[in-house]
C-alpha cells in the first residue's frame, strides 16, 4: 500500500491531532508516474561575503545590492565584496529600505538616511520625529513615528512640513509599518489597516483615506507584514489581528482579511509570547513558478506556498531551520535577488550566502531533515509491517560520503520506537533502493517518521508498505 508523505500527523499532551509540516523538505504537488506528490531538499546556503556586522536587510537599486550591516549601510559587489558607504545606528534590529529615482532610502535607530551613489546624508529636521518605518510614493518619502504619518516636501527629501502631518483615523492604534500595495499607501496599525490615495492639496497632508479600504485587523509589529506583489494574489500578508483576538497569519486584500495559517500554525504561534512575535520578519520569495511567503520566528521559519495553497484548496505550509534535529534560528533572511542569484543574510553571523540546488547545507554546516506520515488505520485490526521501501531519487551526495536514513514509528502519536537506519547510498548510486525490513506491528493505528542529513541530498517521491493484516 501507498502511504501518503507530504503531511504527517502526531498527538500531543492535550488529546488532539497536530499536523507534522516537512522540516527543511518543500512538498512539490506534481504527478511524476511514482505518486501525485514528492518532497524535495530545501535550498542549501553557500558562503557569499563577510561585512562588518550581521545582516539587518538588503535591496538592489541601480543594479547593485546594498545591505545594512550591524550598523553600517554597505554595497556588495557581484563577487561578495564589501564596502562602507555610511554609519546608520543600531546593531541586530531589522531596517527599512526603498527608493526613489535619485536616491536609496534607508530607517535604522530611529532615523532616516539617503545614498544617491555618492554622498551619503541624514535627515535631520526635527519635524521628522522618530522613523519607525516609512514608504516612497508618489515623490514623497512617507514616514510614519507610530502615531503621525509625515511626508518629505517634494523638492527637498531632507525637509518636513509640519502643516502636512497625516493620520490614520479609523482605530486609535498605533502605526506598526507603512506599505505600498499597487501605488497608494497603506497605514498599518495594531488593529487596522489603512489605504489612501494621492489628492495633491497645497499647504496640507497631500493624502486622503480611502473610505471602504479599511481593514479591521492589523499587524503586530514593524516587519511582521510585506505586500505580496503577484498579480493574482496581490495583497498584505500579516501576523496580528483585530481587537480581543490572538496573532494569526492573514492576507489582507480590497477591505477584507483571509485567515491564511492553519489550526496547527496558531497553535506554533500560541508557543511565543506577543514580545517575541513582534519582532517576526515577514518576506516574499517567487521563483520557479512558486511563490513562498517566509515568516521567520526566533527558532525556525515557517513558510506559505502560496501559489500551491490556492491549486490545491487548502494551505500548504513546510518549515525551515538550521540543525540536524530539533528548531533552530534559520541562517536565510533578507533574500534579495541580485547578481542571478539569490543573496541572504545570515541572522546569527556577519555573513551573507547565496542558495543553490545542488546541496542542502547552509554554510558547509550539515542540516538535517524530517517529515512523518499521516495515520496508518486498518480498522480496528492489527497488521504485521513486513517492509518498508522509501522511493527517492539518491546519488546527489559528497563523493565519499555514505549518508544514512532512519526510521521509527508511533501507535499513539506521542512516545515512538527505537530508529532504523539504512544508508541512503553513495554519490551516483542512482539506483539505490532504501528498504527497511520487519518493521513491527500496529494494534489498529500508526504513525511513521523519517530523518536525515542535508548529506544525503534525497527527494523521496513515494513510501510504499507490505502490510500483512492480523484478522
Same mark, same amino acid.
Given at each position: 500500500?501507498?502511504?501518503?508523505?507530504?503531511?504527517?500527523?502526531?498527538?500531543?499532551?492535550?488529546?488532539d491531532?497536530?499536523?507534522?509540516?516537512p522540516r527543511?523538505?518543500?512538498?512539490? #504537488?506534481?504527478?511524476?508516474?511514482?505518486?501525485?506528490?514528492y +518532497?524535495?531538499?530545501?535550498d542549501?546556503?553557500?558562503?557569499? $561575503?563577510?561585512?562588518?556586522?550581521?545582516?539587518?536587510g538588503?535591496?538592489?537599486?541601480?543594479?547593485?545590492?546594498?545591505?545594512?550591516? $550591524?550598523?553600517?549601510?554597505?554595497?556588495?559587489?557581484s563577487?561578495?565584496?564589501?564596502?562602507?558607504?555610511?554609519e546608520?545606528?543600531g546593531?541586530t534590529?531589522? *531596517?527599512?529600505?526603498?527608493?526613489?529615482?535619485?536616491?536609496?532610502?534607508v530607517?535604522?535607530?530611529?532615523n532616516? #538616511?539617503?545614498?544617491d551613489g555618492?554622498?551619503?546624508?541624514?535627515?535631520?529636521d526635527?519635524?521628522?520625529?522618530?522613523?519607525v518605518?516609512f514608504?516612497?510614493?508618489?515623490?514623497?518619502?512617507m514616514?510614519?513615528d507610530?502615531?503621525?504619518?509625515?511626508v518629505t516636501?517634494?523638492?527637498?527629501?531632507?525637509?518636513?512640513n509640519?502643516?502636512?502631518y497625516?493620520?490614520?483615523?479609523?482605530?486609535?492604534?498605533?502605526?506598526?509599518?507603512?506599505?505600498?500595495?499597487?501605488n497608494?499607501?497603506?497605514?498599518?496599525?495594531?488593529y487596522?489597516?489603512?489605504?489612501f490615495?494621492?489628492?495633491?492639496?497645497a499647504?496640507? #497632508?497631500?493624502?486622503?483615506?480611502?473610505?471602504g479600504?479599511?481593514?479591521?485587523?492589523?499587524?503586530?509589529?514593524?516587519?511582521c507584514a510585506?505586500?505580496?506583489?503577484?498579480?493574482?494574489?496581490?495583497?498584505i500578508?500579516?501576523?496580528?489581528?483585530?481587537r480581543?483576538e490572538?496573532?494569526?497569519v492573514w492576507?489582507g486584500v480590497?477591505?477584507?482579511?483571509?485567515?491564511?495559517?492553519?489550526?496547527?500554525?496558531?497553535?506554533?504561534?500560541?508557543?511565543?509570547s506577543?514580545?517575541?512575535?513582534?519582532?517576526?520578519?515577514?518576506?516574499v520569495?517567487?521563483?520557479?513558478?512558486?511563490?513562498?511567503?517566509?515568516?521567520?520566528?526566533p527558532?525556525?521559519?515557517? *513558510?506559505?506556498d502560496?501559489?500551491?495553497s490556492?491549486?490545491?484548496?487548502?494551505? +500548504?505550509?513546510?518549515?525551515?531551520?538550521?540543525?540536524?534535529?530539533?528548531?533552530?534560528?534559520y541562517?536565510?533572511?533578507?533574500?534579495?535577488?541580485?547578481?542571478d542569484?539569490?543573496i541572504?543574510?545570515d541572522?546569527t553571523?556577519?555573513?551573507l550566502?547565496?542558495? +543553490?540546488?545542488?546541496?542542502?547545507?547552509?554554510?558547509?554546516?550539515?542540516?538535517?531533515?524530517?517529515?512523518?506520515?499521516?495515520?496508518?488505520?486498518?480498522?480496528s485490526r492489527?497488521?504485521l509491517?513486513?517492509?518498508?521501501?522509501?522511493v527517492?531519487?539518491?546519488?546527489?551526495?559528497?563523493?565519499?560520503?555514505?549518508?544514512v536514513?532512519w526510521t521509527?514509528y508511533?501507535?499513539?502519536?506521542?512516545?515512538w520506537?527505537?530508529?532504523?537506519s539504512?544508508?541512503?547510498?553513495?554519490?551516483?548510486?542512482?539506483?539505490?533502493?532504501?528498504?527497511?525490513?520487519q518493521?513491527?506491528?500496529?494494534?489498529?493505528?500508526?504513525?511513521?517518521?523519517?530523518?536525515?542529513?542535508s548529506?544525503?541530498?534525497?527527494?523521496?517521491?513515494r513510501l510504499?508498505?507490505?502490510?500483512e493484516p492480523?484478522?
Amino acid at each position: 500500500m501507498q502511504i501518503p508523505i507530504l503531511n504527517g500527523v502526531y498527538t500531543d499532551a492535550d488529546g488532539d491531532f497536530r499536523t507534522s509540516y516537512p522540516r527543511n523538505l518543500i512538498p512539490v #504537488f506534481k504527478k511524476q508516474g511514482i505518486s501525485n506528490g514528492y +518532497v524535495k531538499p530545501s535550498d542549501g546556503i553557500v558562503l557569499f $561575503g563577510t561585512g562588518p556586522g550581521v545582516d539587518r536587510g538588503g535591496i538592489v537599486w541601480n543594479g547593485v545590492l546594498y545591505r545594512a550591516m $550591524g550598523s553600517k549601510l554597505v554595497s556588495v559587489n557581484s563577487v561578495g565584496s564589501i564596502s562602507v558607504l555610511g554609519e546608520i545606528g543600531g546593531s541586530t534590529e531589522q *531596517v527599512t529600505f526603498d527608493y526613489s529615482f535619485d536616491a536609496l532610502a534607508v530607517a535604522s535607530n530611529g532615523n532616516l #538616511f539617503y545614498w544617491d551613489g555618492g554622498t551619503f546624508t541624514q535627515v535631520v529636521d526635527a519635524d521628522l520625529g522618530t522613523v519607525v518605518d516609512f514608504v516612497w510614493v508618489d515623490g514623497y518619502f512617507m514616514t510614519t513615528d507610530g502615531i503621525n504619518i509625515i511626508v518629505t516636501e517634494l523638492n527637498d527629501r531632507t525637509a518636513i512640513n509640519p502643516l502636512k502631518y497625516g493620520s490614520a483615523e479609523i482605530d486609535p492604534d498605533s502605526i506598526k509599518c507603512m506599505l505600498k500595495l499597487g501605488n497608494e499607501p497603506n497605514a498599518v496599525g495594531r488593529y487596522t489597516i489603512e489605504s489612501f490615495k494621492n489628492i495633491t492639496t497645497a499647504n496640507l #497632508f497631500p493624502f486622503q483615506r480611502i473610505d471602504g479600504a479599511a481593514i479591521k485587523r492589523g499587524s503586530i509589529g514593524t516587519h511582521c507584514a510585506c505586500v505580496l506583489p503577484v498579480d493574482e494574489f496581490s495583497g498584505i500578508a500579516f501576523l496580528g489581528g483585530g481587537r480581543n483576538e490572538p496573532c494569526s497569519v492573514w492576507l489582507g486584500v480590497n477591505g477584507s482579511s483571509t485567515q491564511i495559517a492553519t489550526a496547527e500554525i496558531d497553535k506554533l504561534l500560541r508557543g511565543y509570547s506577543e514580545s517575541d512575535l513582534s519582532l517576526t520578519k515577514f518576506e516574499v520569495r517567487t521563483d520557479k513558478n512558486q511563490t513562498f511567503l517566509y515568516v521567520h520566528l526566533p527558532d525556525q521559519t515557517l *513558510v506559505y506556498d502560496i501559489k500551491t495553497s490556492k491549486l490545491m484548496g487548502e494551505p +500548504v505550509w513546510f518549515t525551515l531551520t538550521s540543525s540536524i534535529v530539533g528548531n533552530s534560528k534559520y541562517r536565510a533572511k533578507n533574500l534579495v535577488w541580485c547578481y542571478d542569484k539569490w543573496i541572504v543574510g545570515d541572522p546569527t553571523l556577519n555573513t551573507l550566502g547565496y542558495f +543553490v540546488d545542488s546541496v542542502s547545507s547552509h554554510y558547509g554546516d550539515v542540516n538535517g531533515w524530517e517529515f512523518a506520515t499521516s495515520i496508518i488505520y486498518n480498522e480496528s485490526r492489527g497488521a504485521l509491517f513486513h517492509e518498508l521501501e522509501l522511493v527517492c531519487l539518491t546519488g546527489n551526495v559528497a563523493l565519499g560520503a555514505n549518508p544514512v536514513v532512519w526510521t521509527s514509528y508511533s501507535k499513539d502519536g506521542v512516545t515512538w520506537s527505537n530508529e532504523r537506519s539504512v544508508s541512503a547510498g553513495g554519490q551516483g548510486e542512482r539506483n539505490k533502493r532504501l528498504v527497511w525490513l520487519q518493521q513491527g506491528n500496529m494494534q489498529d493505528r500508526r504513525i511513521q517518521k523519517f530523518r536525515g542529513t542535508s548529506d544525503s541530498h534525497l527527494t523521496m517521491a513515494r513510501l510504499e508498505a507490505r502490510i500483512e493484516p492480523l484478522r
